[in-house]
């Protein structure tokens, strides 16, 4: 075989270094042409959890396109209606991971059940006090946005949907008594702060997952449905709902959400952008929230279903011995130093 000479060699040497600083330059050159590009459009899918045409899903698609108008069409929304990326606890948790990047929907208290914390019954009693406790900058929701930021979400807004109340596929039993043993089978969401309430107010709670929920009213398993309110029972029960009571046992308030690193991704203007229409879609619905509640009661009444009158006084009752009976529990189980302080403070805020 025949030897290269030293000479040889150092010039052979020297070519490959040459051929490897050209294909250096050249790859630098590559990713300077890359980087002087406008960014690609970014399409955020985000998931609420009714129906395609109801009041949500055209607030989150208002909302959607005053994104795109402010960002030139670079950031768009597409929505998902009706739980189509799966139920909000399973979407929840894909938020939190970045398979899902956007949703309006309840706090799963699955996650962490010390978002019980803004489901505790009785918190606000009416539209004024609720804006207080739940409004931007108030105490119980710096407190949501702590626990969100903990499963790596960032809370953009509140969206306040309803007071909520009891559906029947029967008659009422002293609706307003909450002393009063009502021998009524009612299903409740698998939250502990339902169970309680329906017990501590003469019902028998019956824990069962929402896709089983109609079907369970329907056979007779249960006699009714609490955990939701007017709008809610309209979408999903009116077809077995008899009587609806309008006890304002819990007040329903549903987060927009986005998974934090995909906020991140968004350039300093997007981001500001997105809070904008963010804040603007929390405003809009704080100004038609209780009318929306209103209509949705005579949506009820129009499709068959009785309407229950309960006096202030028994509201009043109702809310006191939730209070004194089911707050106690919900606090210890989730964590009574922690969350009194934030009542207190809530409360402090509340107007008389």
């Known amino acids: 075989m025949m030897k290269l000479t030293g000479k040889f060699t150092h010039s052979f040497k020297l070519n490959k270094i040459f051929k490897l600083k050209k294909a250096a330059y050249a790859l630098l050159l590559a990713a300077s042409a890359l980087s002087a590009l406008p960014a690609t459009a970014a399409t955020l899918k985000i998931s609420h959890v009714r129906p395609q045409g109801t009041v949500i899903d055209q607030d989150v698609k208002r909302m959607g396109e005053a994104l795109k108008a ?14 189509a990326l799966g139920d909000y606890t399973l979407v929840q948790e894909r938020i939190s991971v970045g398979a899902i990047d956007m949703a309006v929907q309840p706090a799963s208290t699955a996650t962490d059940r010390r978002m019980q914390l803004g489901l505790l019954p009785y918190l606000a009693t009416n539209w004024a006090e609720a804006q207080a406790i739940y409004g931007d ?18 809370l953009l807004a509140a969206y306040p949907v309803y007071f909520g109340g009891i559906s029947l596929n029967r008659d009422a039993v002293e609706p307003g008594q909450p002393d009063v043993s009502k021998g009524i089978k009612l299903r409740v969401p698998p939250i502990k702060s339902f169970q309680l309430l329906a017990d501590n107010v003469g019902y028998i709670g019956s824990p069962l997952p929402f896709s089983e929920a109609f079907t369970a009213v329907q056979t007779g398993v249960v006699d009714g449905v ?25 007040f329903e308030i549903w987060y927009l959400m986005i998974n934090s690193e995909r906020f991140k991704d968004l350039s300093d203007s ?30 009820l009444a129009a499709n068959g279903a009785e309407i229950i009158k309960v006096s202030p006084q028994q509201l009043a009752q109702t809310s006191a011995k939730v209070r004194s009976t089911v707050w106690p529990e919900i606090l210890n189980d989730i964590g009574a130093e922690w969350s009194q302080s934030i009542l207190d403070q809530a409360l402090e805020k509340t107007p008389n």
């Open 270 to 299: 997007e981001q500001a952008a997105l809070k904008t229409a963010a804040a603007d879609f929390e405003q809009r619905r704080w100004q038609h929230a209780e009318q929306d509640q209103v209509a949705n009661e005579q949506k």
């Open 137 to 154: 900058g108030a105490p119980v929701r710096e407190a949501m946005e702590k626990l969100f930021a903990q499963q790596d979400i960032t």
């Open 70 to 83: 402010a960002t030139d069409g670079d950031v768009k929304l597409r929505v998902y209606a009706a739980n």
């Open 226 to 250: 609490i955990g939701s309110g007017a709008e809610g029972y309209y979408a999903s029960f009116r077809d077995v709902t008899q009587t609806y009571i309008p006890l304002n046992t819990h």
